[in-house]
C-alpha cells in the first residue's frame, strides 16, 4: 500500500481524532444528477478502495447521495473497514429526482436517517453524522436535540453541521461539541471565510465541498496555471494544495468517480506551495 494522503499532514477532529487532511467525497460514485447508479458499480468500488491504498482515511458521503447508493458502495467496497478508515455521512436533504435536494428536518426523520445509515454503512456506530442543511421550517433547537440525543445513545460518536453561518454554528455549540463545519469554499468562492476562521479559532475541522471548482477556475487561470507548470502539477492539484496551506483545519474532500482523477488529487498532498505563490493565488482569488 502507498500511502500519499499522510503528506496532507492531519487533523484532530473533536470526539473523532486524527485524519489526513486530504480526504474522499463519495458523491460522484452515482449516476448523473447525483441520483441513481453508477455507469458502471464495480468501478465506484474501486475508486473506493483505490482511495484508502491511498492513505486516504477520511471518507464524506450522504443518505441523498443516490439516494442510498454511495452509503451502499463504500461498505461493498470496504467493509470491514480498515482500521482508522473514518467514514462521514448526512441526512437532512431529501431527493425527487436528479441535482433535486429539499431540506426535511423533523426531529424523528433525522434519526431515521441516521438508523437507515448505520445499516447501509454496516456499522454499529456512526463515526461522523452531519446536519445536512438546518431546515428553516423546523426549529432549529429541535434538530440541534436530536443529534445530541443520537450521540448520547452512543449510535454516533462525532457531529457536524453543513453549509451554516457563524451564529448557526455557536447555536449548535450549546447542544453538542461541533466536530466539522462542511461549507462551499474555493478558490473562486470565499463566501465562508468567517465561517473558516471561526473553525480555526475553535478548533473546529472545516470541510469544503466544492474545493476545486474547476468550471471557474479559468477566472484566475494566471497565477494558478504558472504554478501548475512551475511544479509539474495540474490545475486542481494546485488548487487543493492552496486550501490546504491555507488553514491547518481545512479538510478538502475532492470526489470523483475516476480512479485516474482521484490519484491525481491526492498527489497534490504531496505539493507545497511556497509563500510568496500562495499570496499571489489569493490576491488573484479576491480579485
Known amino acids: 500500500m502507498t500511502s500519499i494522503a499522510h503528506h496532507s499532514g492531519t487533523i484532530e477532529l473533536k470526539d473523532l481524532g486524527p485524519v489526513h487532511r486530504l480526504g474522499y467525497g463519495a458523491m460522484r460514485i452515482t449516476g448523473p ?16 478502495r483505490r482511495a484508502v491504498e491511498l492513505g486516504v482515511d477520511f471518507i464524506d458521503t450522504a443518505d441523498s447521495y443516490g439516494p442510498n447508493v454511495s452509503e451502499e458502495i463504500i461498505a461493498e467496497a470496504i467493509h470491514p473497514y480498515p482500521e ?11 431527493r425527487q429526482g436528479p441535482d ?15 438508523l437507515l445509515s448505520l445499516r447501509k454503512l454496516k456499522v454499529d456506530q456512526l463515526d461522523l453524522f452531519q446536519l445536512h442543511r438546518i431546515d428553516r421550517k423546523v426549529d432549529a433547537e429541535e434538530q440541534f436535540g436530536v443529534l445530541a440525543d443520537l450521540q448520547s445513545e452512543g449510535k454516533v460518536v462525532a457531529l ?15 447542544h453538542f461539541t461541533v466536530s466539522t463545519v462542511q461549507n462551499r469554499y474555493n478558490l473562486t468562492d470565499n463566501g465562508s471565510e468567517d465561517v473558516l476562521d471561526y473553525c480555526e479559532t475553535e478548533g473546529i475541522g472545516f470541510i469544503p465541498w ?18 501548475a507548470k512551475r511544479l509539474d502539477a495540474t490545475v486542481a492539484q494546485i488548487a ?12 478538502p474532500i475532492p ?15 504531496q505539493l507545497e506551495l511556497d509563500d510568496a505563490t500562495f499570496a499571489e493565488i489569493a490576491a488573484a482569488a479576491k480579485a
Open 84 to 94: 482508522g478508515v473514518k467514514v462521514a455521512t448526512k441526512a437532512g436533504l431529501t
Open 33 to 48: 444528477g447525483i441520483w441513481g447508479e453508477p455507469a458502471d458499480r464495480e468501478v465506484a468500488r474501486q475508486v473506493v
Open 100 to 114: 433535486l435536494w429539499a431540506p426535511v428536518g423533523r426531529p424523528e426523520y433525522l434519526r431515521q436517517q441516521a
Open 160 to 174: 457536524g453541521l453543513s453549509e451554516v453561518s457563524v451564529e448557526q454554528i455557536k447555536a449548535a455549540q450549546q
Open 255 to 269: 470526489g470523483t468517480g475516476s480512479v485516474k482523477h482521484l490519484e491525481e488529487n491526492v498527489a497534490a498532498a
Open 240 to 251: 487543493l494544495a492552496w486550501l490546504l496551506k491555507r488553514s491547518p483545519v481545512m479538510l
Open 210 to 227: 466544492a474545493p476545486i471548482s474547476a468550471g471557474d477556475l479559468g477566472k484566475i487561470s494566471g497565477p494558478v496555471e504558472a504554478a
